[in-house]
């Protein structure tokens, strides 16, 4: 009988202390959202800046900002995962450029087409940055986002070797012309391979390879636009004829080639790896989002140069990185409002100067951009201003994750050399139409 | 009176613990039985029905064949290694000698800790360029391969990661067979002037093969499920390595396919209840001749 009357006891507690723990935290939340924004962002210099700036502006209104770090290789999938429930963790998502067609279209992203030109001086930032992080449909003029980083892809370098007067001599004796930053995709072959020398640790060039979330995807399509192919036909979806064309495979392979000047491992470099391969000190010129490169500044000093994506023929492309600010439609009105006053307050141009001071903050805004001051404030400014002219992106409709993990499976198994790279780019061309048609946006030419 | 209150006092025993069977492993499975004929997604809009059109997209698609390819290539790999070398060590350690307890102990490591944090410390071991492996290989004069980036090495690398950490289970089980084996066959088989080869293929085999069997069940429906290594050293979406799990995320959370992931899970469901039930009818099969050699 007491037994029964301990266990009935124990019962009763446990429900009390379930009931009491299910309640209170709400309460909790609900006092501190009032006055405090959270931000989640992916994990790197730039969202300890913003950290920074969010301090600031809480001393001036009182509301806090918490930027959550969340690592480059499972933000994706904890944002949509969050994005799954009811009512999102964050207030606001620092989203990737390709995530805006599923953010706009599934419900996701508040938009603010109404709201930006009352709050923003919307002239004062560049078009790319609107046209690739901010607008959905492309022309649409509609906007579910504002232009936190704008980034791009470029390469860093090792300044000291290309400066060598030995190297030098050694270069033009070789190469019959002057060892210098390379201008174009050939001369950029050229110099990786005058570096590559295994036998003395030393590599030419570090691409981007990484088979996790898009990394491979981001460094191989810049060479494919710049070599004159493309994902497809952003009118009527095909992507026969497009992604397999004669440049495309001419473009895989000639990143293939690339990597023969790698270094040990570069079939899965990912951001942060080639970024490791250049401060190891091991690689002469390395493939990264310029965001990336506060790092290489911090750990190679003045032996660390940067440039711009190399040209073929008068094509330069560069591959878009940087994300907008997206507020989410799965808080409430009150936190959605807060989310817009720190946007506003973060994009006006006293504030953009003060982004540029941190680490990796990349303003969209022109003025700054073309600035004396801000071309020689970090050795790898003056690229990345020059980069931000030849920005593109890969698809960024709701579909647009099957379609990167579709390229890249296909173009990791071109350099696996499972596949061909015509073999590989046929079938990226085949899923990819395959998507569209299941979506409906697949058109008759 | 109290024989009522005993067994109101049997329900609350079991009601929890049906509770949590019903709310954790019946409802899921049932859900996701469902979601796989809807073209749900991971994020927005409602499930909509579309019938067996997962279904048919699945077998219609070369990545499940390689899929399927890849896992059970790693699953005849993985558990037959696993059980030689298990089994060869146990016959090993059967016999006492001195420090037998801290060898044991130091097999057993590997097993007990999590596959996630060992599969990153074996990406150090087994880098190209900085990994341990390779600087060993580097001091003997051997050559120095890519374990993690190689297309020909990837799997063999999640191979001798999982060997390395589950070959101490199959000692485990093949060391308990071998224990419950009854001294005096042993000592009958020697008067009878049987050989070493023919005791162990007459006696020591036969009489441990039901838990090697289950051993061998255990391990298979396990590895059939890979998931924590392949994500820690390749990533999910790498078509050298992507077992049916890793697709099976990578449909999930990478594509965001809620519905035809579900399709995936419940295929691959199938697939592992199928060789289970192969592998507990033939240990049935196994007990039930031992019985009548034994009547």
Redesign the interface.
């Known amino acids: 009988m007491k037994f029964?009357r301990a266990?009935g006891i124990c019962g009763a507690c446990i429900l009390v202390a379930l009931v009491a723990g299910c309640g209170k935290p709400d309460a909790d939340v609900g006092d501190a959202a009032a006055k405090s924004i959270t931000i989640w962002w992916a994990q790197w210099a730039p969202a300890e800046g913003l950290q920074e700036l969010g301090n600031e502006f809480e001393k001036e209104t009182g509301i806090a900002v918490n930027v959550s770090q969340i690592p480059w290789?499972s933000y994706?999938?904890k944002v949509?995962?969050n994005?799954?429930n009811k009512r999102t963790d964050f207030d606001i998502v620092v989203g990737d450029s390709q995530w805006i067609g599923?953010g706009a279209?599934?419900?996701?992203y508040l938009e603010l087409t109404d709201w930006l030109p009352t709050a923003v001086d919307m002239d004062a930032i560049n078009e790319r940055a609107w046209r690739y992080l901010c607008e959905y449909p492309s022309g649409s003029g509609k906007y579910f986002a504002a232009p936190c980083e704008t980034d791009a892809i470029g390469f860093a370098y090792r300044k000291d070797w290309f400066e060598d007067p030995k190297e030098k001599a050694a270069f033009k004796a070789k190469y019959n012309r002057e060892l210098a930053v390379p201008d174009t995709w050939d001369e950029f072959r050229d110099v990786a391979e005058f570096f590559h020398r295994p036998d003395q640790k030393r590599y030419g060039c570090a691409p981007l390879t990484?088979?996790?979330y898009d990394s491979l995807t981001m460094g191989f399509q810049q060479i494919m636009w710049t070599f004159g192919g493309s994902w497809g036909d952003p009118e009527t979806y095909r992507a026969d004829g497009y992604v397999n064309c004669e440049a495309s495979v001419e473009s895989l392979e000639f990143l293939k080639e690339l990597l023969k000047f790698a270094?040990?491992?570069?079939?899965?470099l990912r951001y942060s790896q080639t970024l490791e391969?250049f401060k190891?000190g091991?690689t002469a010129m390395v493939m990264d989002y310029f965001a990336f490169f506060p790092e290489a500044v911090d750990e190679m000093g003045d032996k660390a140069g940067f440039f711009i994506m190399p040209r073929k023929g008068d094509r330069r492309v560069v591959s878009l990185g940087g994300q907008g600010f997206s507020i989410s439609a799965k808080v409430p009105p009150e936190q959605q409002e807060l989310a817009k006053k720190f946007i506003a307050w973060f994009l006006q141009t006293d504030i953009q100067k003060k982004w540029i001071t941190k680490p990796a903050g990349f303003t969209a805004n022109k003025l700054i951009l073309q600035s004396e001051e801000f071309r020689q404030a970090t050795p790898y400014n003056e690229p990345f201003a020059e980069s931000l002219e030849h920005l593109q992106d890969f698809w960024n409709v709701p579909q647009y994750?099957?379609l990167l993990?579709v390229a890249?499976?296909?173009v990791?198994?071109a350099l696996?050399?499972?596949k061909t790279p015509k073999e590989a780019l046929d079938a990226i061309a085949k899923e990819h139409e395959k998507i569209f048609a299941e979506a409906g946006l697949l058109k008759e030419e | 009176m109290v024989s009522q209150?005993t067994g109101l006092?049997k329900y609350?025993f079991v009601g929890p613990a049906l509770v949590v069977l019903i709310v954790l492993n019946i409802f899921p499975l049932l859900y996701n039985v469902v979601l796989s004929f809807t073209d749900a997604?991971?994020?927005?809009?409602g499930a909509r029905y579309v019938g067996g059109s997962n279904y048919s997209r699945v077998f219609s698609t070369a990545?499940f064949v390689e899929a399927i390819r890849t896992t059970a290539v790693f699953v005849a790999a993985a558990v037959s290694i696993e059980l030689c070398l298990g089994f060869c060590l146990a016959l090993a350690l059967q016999r006492g000698f001195r420090g037998k307890s801290a060898i044991l102990t130091v097999l057993l490591i590997p097993m007990m800790l999590s596959p996630a944090v060992m599969a990153l410390f074996w990406h150090q071991i087994l880098?190209?360029?900085?990994g341990i492996l390779n600087h060993i290989l580097a001091a003997v004069g051997l050559g120095?391969p890519?374990w993690?980036?190689?297309?020909g090495l990837k799997l063999i690398s999640i191979l001798m990661i999982d060997v390395w950490m589950w070959t101490p289970f199959m000692m485990l089980i093949a060391l308990a067979g071998l224990n419950s084996i009854p001294q005096y066959i042993y000592e009958a088989a020697e008067i009878d002037r049987a050989g070493a080869w023919r005791i162990f293929r007459r006696i020591t085999l036969p009489m441990c093969a039901p838990l090697l069997a289950l051993a061998v069940l255990l391990r298979t429906t396990d590895a059939l499920k890979q998931f924590d290594l392949v994500m820690a050293v390749?990533?999910?979406?790498?078509?050298?390595t992507?077992t049916l799990s890793a697709l099976l995320f990578?449909k999930v959370?990478?594509?965001?396919?809620t519905g035809l992931g579900s399709a995936y899970a419940c295929v691959l469901l199938v697939i592992v209840i199928a060789l289970a039930s192969v592998f507990t009818r033939y240990i049935d099969f196994i007990q039930r001749k031992q019985g009548k050699t034994q009547q």
Not at chain 1, 105 to 108: A, P
Not at chain 2, 253 to 257: E, I, M, R, S
């Open positions: 029964l266990i290789d994706q999938t949509f995962m994005f799954a599923v279209t599934k419900g996701l990484g088979r996790a270094p040990k491992g570069a079939l899965n391969v190891n091991t994750s099957e993990s890249q499976k296909y990791g198994e696996d050399d499972v | 209150r006092l609350g997604e991971l994020v927005g809009g990545e880098s190209g360029d900085y120095q890519e993690l980036t190689a297309p390749t990533g999910p979406n790498d078509a050298a992507q990578q959370f990478g594509d965001g396919k």
